[in-house]
């Protein structure tokens, strides 16, 4: 059985070892409205009307008996990656650890990552790899739970993995590997997972109250892992930013980011339909570089050097692509006996993709096969220069960029500097990883940085 899929917050007694409920009662909704009138019939002098009031009087009371207070040692919103990690070595520490999941199962977003293998970590994972407002916040909780940390934990449950391409680590069959670790890992540390737990209220007196639709949780401490708002139908919500706003904690603001561009119309029309076309590329900004394959979509540009740029890139600004890095495109038309198209087609079609080399010769055909003409067009094919029209946004980015501004957090513990017990891990936090398992890391860095704080 998934245990992630059995912890279901109603009827929650049957996860009650550490959670107590304090004592059932009515607590959270309220009396329901619907109850009153039949709560009069009751008096009714008609056996019948009044038999049928209390069998309904009972049926929109009773269920309120199951709303229960929980009392913790620290509550979690969220069970990704970075929350679970959290509960998990809190868990460890001996604390009783509540994760609130609004989702049916936790860490749907690590099933789905990496084509399914999810790309758990990236062995040169380096603070430059990171962007945030500020550079230099990530530096520490990174250095005190490394991708040596997670590796160690991966083998300790004999799951198979691979080192695809510059240091990115997938596992050989299947993500699934990666939640059934956690979800382990959660069992044996004591965690509770409650699942399809819609928050309705956070309050703070001396403690933290989470109301959710059927039940109350108490404890002295809240860790918000809510993630950030890419992919909203896996149930990405605001709430993270939400609260942190509640707390009167400063935001930077989001953006989707590792995201594809939108071409405008011309260049949609003279290059999307070169669809599935995919080749090695220096894509650049201003300040950032990466080499890496792009592919053409029906609706733009993709691929890792596409997304990794995303990161950098602000609406209206350009990027420049090289589609042929180190390499001396027309140095073939130079030295043929004839410098004409044919040639040229066959010095480009040896070098780009067989239809892109095709399409930016057409576009691109010299005034005249003379020297400086053929400077021109080394140039152009190395200094591709695009103002992309947008980004496909939220539905389609891997991370949100932006988030809860470090400022406000502990570099040591990601608790707020303004509200005691209050932490922020993860995605919703201002500081957002290159593609490649670097977000992953600062999941687990993060999440693990504030569980052993708990
Ligand atoms: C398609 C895709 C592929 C990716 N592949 C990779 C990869 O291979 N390697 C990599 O490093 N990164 C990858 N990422 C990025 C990575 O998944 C995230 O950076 C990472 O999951 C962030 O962890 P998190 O715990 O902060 O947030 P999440 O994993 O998003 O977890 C947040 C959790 O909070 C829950 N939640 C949200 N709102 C509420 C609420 N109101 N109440 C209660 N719970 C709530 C969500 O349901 C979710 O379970 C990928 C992202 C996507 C979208």
């Not at 998934?2 to 070892?17: E, I, T």
């Not at 605001?238 to 071409?263: C, S």
């Not at 140095?331 to 399409?359: C, D, E, H, Y």
Request: proline share 5%; aromatic share 8%; glycine share 10%.
């Amino acid at each position: 059985m998934n245990y992630f899929s059995f912890s279901r917050q109603v009827p929650v007694p049957r996860f009650g070892q550490t959670g107590k409920a304090l004592r059932p009662g009515i607590y959270g909704n309220g009396l329901d409205s619907r109850a009153v009138p039949f709560f009069f019939l009751l008096l009714s002098p008609c056996p019948l009307r009044r038999d049928n009031a209390i069998l309904t009087f009972l049926r929109l009371t009773v269920p309120l008996t199951h709303s229960l207070i929980h009392k913790f040692d620290a509550l979690i919103l969220g069970a990704g990656a970075a929350g679970l990690m959290c509960a998990v070595e809190a868990g460890k520490r001996g604390r009783r650890v509540a994760v609130l999941e609004r989702a049916d199962r936790a860490g749907k977003k690590i099933l789905i990552s990496g084509g399914g293998r999810c790309n758990f970590t990236n062995l040169y994972c380096q603070p430059e790899h990171f962007v945030s407002a500020n550079p230099h916040f990530a530096k520490s909780t990174l250095a005190r739970y490394t991708p040596a940390d997670f590796i160690t934990l991966v083998e300790k449950y004999h799951i198979p993995y691979h080192e695809k391409t510059l240091g990115q680590l997938f596992c050989d069959q299947s993500a699934h590997d990666i939640t059934g670790m956690l979800a382990t890992e959660c069992r044996l540390a004591g965690v509770k997972i409650f699942l399809n737990c819609k928050v309705r209220e956070v309050q703070h007196t001396t403690e933290f109250m989470v109301r959710t639709e059927g039940a109350e949780y108490r404890a002295p401490v809240l860790v918000v892992a809510t993630g950030g708002l890419s992919i909203p139908r896996l149930g990405a919500t605001a709430l993270g930013y939400d609260l942190a706003r509640q707390f009167g904690l400063k935001i930077q603001q989001t953006r989707p980011a590792l995201v594809p561009f939108l071409l405008g119309p011309g260049d949609r029309t003279r290059y999307c339909d070169l669809t599935g076309v995919s080749a090695d590329v220096i894509v650049a900004t201003d300040h950032h570089r990466f080499r890496e394959k792009m592919l053409i979509t029906h609706r733009g540009l993709s691929g890792p050097a596409i997304l990794q740029i995303s990161l950098y890139w602000n609406k209206g600004k350009s990027i420049r692509i090289d589609l042929a890095p180190d390499r001396d495109v027309t140095a073939a038309i130079r030295t043929a006996k004839v410098r004409n198209m044919t040639a040229a087609l066959s010095a480009f079609q040896g070098l780009l993709p067989n239809r892109l080399a095709t399409r930016w010769l057409e576009l691109h055909t010299p005034s005249a096969w003379t020297n400086p003409a053929l400077a021109k067009l080394e140039q152009q094919v190395h200094e591709w220069n695009l103002v992309p029209a947008g980004t496909e946004g939220f539905e389609k980015a891997e991370v949100t960029a932006g988030g809860v501004d470090t400022g406000e957090l502990s570099d040591k513990t990601m608790e707020s500097r303004k509200v005691r017990g209050l932490f922020f891990i993860g995605e919703v936090v201002d500081v957002t990883g290159h593609l490649g398992g670097f977000n992953f890391q600062w999941a687990w860095a993060s999440g693990a940085a504030a569980g052993r704080a708990l």
